[in-house]
T-cell receptor, first 111, second 111 residues
């Protein structure tokens, strides 16, 4: 069965640079979620989209933005990267009223 | 969403049942209990969920007390591959709302 695809799987950036993470949800899923998991931390909800519209917002820094496109894939854009942004970033997708499926994550390292 | 309390860590012998408790004393009548797990840096994986009645699927059983203030996830025959962090999450109405991960239980299955 198709799963959530995230790219890239690993990304290394320097401070103050910009990064873009991509998420391709399971076909026909209408909702996408983004989570951040710092080293030794639990996953923290960042933002979600339903039918290409932002549906909820969590602890997402102002330096971050995200959107969901017409083909339902989503991108998380991070600017002015800081060392503390180094983390695993998970995307999840779901069909309304059904459970979430998580992707394998993107490991971002900021040096 | 209601707050949950789980033990920080637990050990279980391979082949034995693993019983993971969760307290959710402030749960509301329309809130479900969900269990996810995260195997070392992989994306969280759905296990099971329930409202009032006990539930069972191919992965686990969920026992919810009559007053719904606590629940137990049971892995009937734990294997080494079940070593993971297990999260008990309470959320409103089915899959509405975002998953808010608290401090889960680190389960170590030992040979």
């Amino acid at each position: 069965a198709a799963g959530v695809i995230q790219s890239p799987r690993h990304l290394i950036k320097e401070k103050r640079e910009t990064a873009t993470l991509k998420c391709y949800p399971i076909p026909r899923h209408d909702t996408v979620y983004w989570y951040q998991q710092g080293p030794g931390q639990d996953p923290q909800f960042l933002i979600s989209f339903y039918e290409k519209m932002q549906s909820d917002k969590g602890s997402i820094p102002d330096r971050f933005s995200a959107q969901q496109f017409s083909d339902y894939h989503s991108e998380l854009n991070m600017s002015s990267l800081e060392l503390g942004d180094s983390a695993l970033y998970f995307c999840a997708s779901s069909l309304t009223g059904r459970r979430e499926y998580f992707g394998p994550g993107t490991r971002l390292t900021v040096t | 969403d209601a707050k949950t309390t789980q033990p920080t860590s637990m050990d279980c012998a391979e082949g034995r049942a693993a019983n993971l408790p969760c307290n959710h004393s402030t749960i509301s009548g329309n809130e479900y209990v969900y269990w996810y797990r995260q195997i070392h840096s992989q994306g969280p994986q759905y296990i099971i969920h329930g409202l009032k009645n006990n539930e069972t699927n191919e992965m686990a059983s969920l026992i919810i007390t009559e007053d719904r203030k606590s629940s137990t996830l049971i892995l009937p025959h734990a294997t080494l591959r079940d070593t993971a962090v297990y999260y008990c999450i309470v959320r409103v109405g089915g899959s509405q709302g975002n998953l808010i991960f608290g401090k889960g239980t680190k389960l170590s299955v030992k040979p």
